[in-house]
């Protein structure tokens, strides 16, 4: 199996990348290819290199509130940019309340951590996601 | 003192021989080791001759005397209790104004705004970059009709108030003064502080938006400006709050946040401003963990430290030599999982703070790994302070664990490795800690550091070496449902709204002519605040002012290092 390669990302004016940091350092010790995009991006930015790096995952790291604004627009610019958010592996971790969690599924995220999660969990999480989409690909 | 000493050290020897030796023998061993959060091992017990080498006078001596290990004032806590000040703000400026005066209803003594994502970065409410973020993680300044809001009804003569903020420190220190004058309060009246601390925005907090050195020489014009204008206003928060929050350890928060105090003091020195007329205008911000006697010995050894340097700087008036702090619990600690339990962890941590001599403390609410605090969660975090304040007792001594042989121990142990970081800093920059605080921004030195604790950290997590209960033991199969603040999706639209109209209606000759004079005292050298004041005076919006200073000294963007 190819090298798994995942985005990690922080999007919009929120500069507390200390979850995201740790996540990316992690998933690169546990043999991921790991792309971190540093703080303040847009979401046109992070879409075109969800793009441009074929990733497998995107993670986005989010905890300033603006996640119902911010992830629907990724997603949308990942299919203007002719992806499709559906092969992908879509996370957001952060601080995010249970209903939201809820709305964020139904769009296409594929789970949500909230603080606390263990490491080992995201990454047994990615692995095993990562084999059922390339399987029916 | 020798002979006793060689007395306990003797006995210490035997003690171990004679008595604990057999008892490990015969018990079983906890085979976790036994250290600090920071690392620092630790005995099983301490005594005397720990603490022989200290010189009690000199090392810790009188509370209100230097080196003011024991506390800045000699009553501390039984002339006047801490201020109980909750850093509080949210959707608009109306919807703010209304959470405070709940606050000051129910208790609070200082006020603590936290604005919005976009007010932080300088940015207007209708920037495309502000979209979903307006009034979000705080509130929406745009201009100063929003601050108008802000205090209205809230006597500025009467009550203190501290603005996290920090690229745009200047405009609101312009609009609180500006807010004073209209309720012809006198300006030497106005109290509180402004985070102004760009240098750990840097290290950690990543809310930068000019590069290092117009943003040092951008703080610099606000002591100047400040020491003038409003002599009672702190004009600094020196904060390790967020170093913290960024995954430093105690050491490292206390190193990097004196370390940055000292680079602020020389640039004021470089450009001749009196020590002493600006060092009653600085204070600290520091976070308060979950080891509670590490916490305890870091904010005295950071007293006690604060008063050698700056009598070191050649402060003359002892009230320079004085560290006062606001403390904020340690928002990383919280727990989406049992928030219950939160309220817990922030009692202990406001425990410490309240034993460590704090001025002015944040208790943060049980709710807050899901969303901003509801009503509810707020009130338990301030009645958490007010029953350590009315109820335990602890207010009663000053500096009550002060002389406990591993309390003092701890205190000069950090002490030591905070000095440590420190000389390894003024190194870098040969001798001037200013140059040496960028010269480690520029090469990451800060950023590595606090980013391999944070590894660490996550490490003896992942492993169960560090026990977060709840999380990973004594989990339960919980239904999430504590009620969370929403903020309303119209107030982005409203906040539009209102910015729309004031640009409509404020003299837009002004403006211009203010901005202009921004620009040209920009590129001239000169201080930013007079023209700031008057731009924020004529109804220029914060994304105008930074966007002028940002076509003057361009935006900086943060090397990527994880």
């Known amino acids: ?137 | 003192m020798g002979e006793l000493t060689e007395k306990i050290r003797e006995k210490r020897k035997e003690w171990e021989k004679e008595c604990l030796e057999p008892w490990l023998s015969k018990t079983e061993k906890e085979s976790r080791k036994f250290e600090t959060l920071s690392g620092i091992e630790l005995k099983e017990v301490y005594d005397p001759s720990d603490i022989a080498h200290l010189d009690f006078l000199g090392d810790l001596g009188y509370p209100g005397e230097f080196p003011f290990t024991r506390g800045i004032y000699p009553t501390m806590y039984r002339g006047r209790l801490w201020t109980m000040r909750l850093f509080s703000g949210f959707g608009t400026a109306e919807d703010t104004n209304k959470r405070w005066k709940m606050l000051l209803e129910e208790g609070e003594t200082g006020l603590s705004t936290a604005f919005d994502f976009p007010t932080l970065m300088g940015l207007d409410s209708d920037d495309p970059l502000a979209e979903g973020e307006v009034g979000k993680c705080g509130v929406a300044v745009d201009t100063l009709r929003d601050f108008e809001i802000l205090f209205d009804g809230i006597p500025l003569d009467k009550i203190s108030t501290s603005f996290t903020i920090n690229p745009p420190a200047g405009i609101i220190l312009a609009m609180y003064t500006a807010i004073g004058d209209l309720q012809g309060v006198p300006r030497d009246m106005l109290r509180g502080t402004i985070q102004n601390d760009m240098l750990k925005e840097f290290h950690a907090q990543n809310t930068i938006v000019l590069p290092p050195e117009a943003s040092i020489k951008l703080v610099t014009d606000i002591f100047e400006w400040g020491i003038k204008n409003v002599p009672k206003f702190n004009l600094i928060s020196i904060s390790g709050y967020h170093i913290r929050e960024a995954g430093s350890t105690a050491v490292q928060e206390l190193a990097f946040t004196i370390a940055d105090g000292m680079a602020y003091v020389e640039s004021a020195i470089e450009r001749g401003i009196d020590i002493d007329r600006l060092a009653p205008q600085l204070s600290f911000f520091f976070n308060s963990h979950n080891d509670f006697f590490e916490e305890i010995a870091k904010f005295r050894a950071a007293r006690r430290m604060w008063a050698k340097i700056m009598k070191d700087y050649g402060a003359k008036d002892p009230r320079s030599w004085w560290m006062k702090f606001h403390v904020q619990t340690a928002g990383c600690t919280l727990t989406a999982q049992q928030p219950l339990n939160n309220i817990v962890r922030v009692s202990l941590q406001a425990l410490a703070a309240v034993l460590g001599g704090c001025q002015s403390l944040h208790t943060n609410s049980f709710d807050e790994a899901w969303a901003l605090p509801s009503e509810e969660a707020v009130r338990v975090a301030l009645r958490t302070q007010q029953i350590i304040a009315y109820e335990s007792g602890v207010t009663n001594v000053v500096d009550p664990l002060g002389g406990s042989y591993y309390v003092e121990w701890l205190t000069d142990k950090i002490e030591k490795l905070a000095w440590k970081y420190i000389e390894r800093i003024r190194e870098m920059g040969n001798g001037s800690m200013l140059r040496g605080v960028l010269k480690g921004i520029e090469n990451g030195f800060f950023v590595r550091e606090i980013s391999e604790a944070s590894a660490k950290y996550q490490r003896d997590f992942e492993e169960g070496k560090r026990i977060v209960v709840g999380v990973n033991r004594f989990r339960i199969n919980e239904k999430l449902g504590i009620p969370i603040l929403k903020i309303d999706p119209e107030v982005e639209r409203r906040q539009i709204e209102r910015l729309k109209k004031v640009k409509a209606e404020r003299d837009s000759k002004a403006v211009k002519e203010n901005l202009e004079w921004l620009k040209s005292s920009a590129e001239n050298g000169e201080n930013l605040m007079p023209a700031i004041f008057e731009a924020v005076k004529s109804y220029a919006t914060i994304g105008e002012i930074m966007g002028t200073l940002k076509q003057v000294y361009g935006t900086y963007r943060k090397p990527i290092i994880i």
């Open chain 1, 1 to 137: 199996m190819d090298k798994i390669r995942v985005l990690i990302a922080k999007i919009g004016l929120d500069g507390h990348d200390r979850g995201a940091k740790v996540i990316a350092r992690f998933l690169r010790d546990a043999g991921f290819e790991v792309i971190y995009t540093g703080i303040h991006r847009t979401p046109q930015e992070v879409a075109r290199a969800v793009i441009d790096e074929d990733v497998d995952v995107l993670g986005i790291s989010i905890l300033s509130g603006a996640h119902n604004t911010i992830v629907p627009r990724v997603l949308d610019y990942i299919r203007q940019y002719g992806g499709n958010p559906q092969d992908l592996v879509v996370l957001v971790g952060g601080t995010i309340p249970a209903e939201d969690i809820a709305k964020l599924r139904e769009i296409g995220v594929d789970e949500v951590f909230i603080p606390g999660t263990p490491i080992s969990e995201i990454i047994r999480f990615i692995k095993e996601k990562v084999a059922e989409k390339r399987g029916k690909l």
